[in-house]
């Protein structure tokens, strides 16, 4: 199966700047496609491996870590059947001003990351990627 035109959807969304699709069972934790040129495929198999933890309690007090880059938790329904997103935005710095906002989405067996363009609120980059989740869900993906 070739992931690469999932990342072409996702992208064609007039709010979404960048996209990966990783592997999230036990052993698979790696880039399965990214839009070309983009730096979310760089997020490692330790992220994904914090993402999907089943103790999630740190996560609204430390945040999460994306490409190397940290990240508030706004909203977490990853585990939620039916939502099985979340939303985050990363944390600024004089070298990154300005606030992306990020939806991951939990397949079966993959994670689905995107980012917002920039001034993107969640609202906005959450809709594709939540669609496509539950499709690939309903896939058993």
Known sequence: M??????TSLTKSEWVDDAVILGCTPGQESVWASAPGGWLSQVTAAEVKALVASD???LFANGVTLAGKKCTVL???LNVEGQN???IKMKTSEKEPD????????THKAIIIAKGVKDAHGGKVNPPVFDMTGYLRKLNM
């Open 2 to 7: 070739s992931w690469d035109s999932y990342i």
């Open 85 to 87: 997103t979340m939303d």
């Open 99 to 106: 606030p992306f906002s990020f939806t991951i989405g939990k």
């Open 56 to 58: 999630r309690s740190t």
């Open 75 to 77: 909203r977490d329904a």
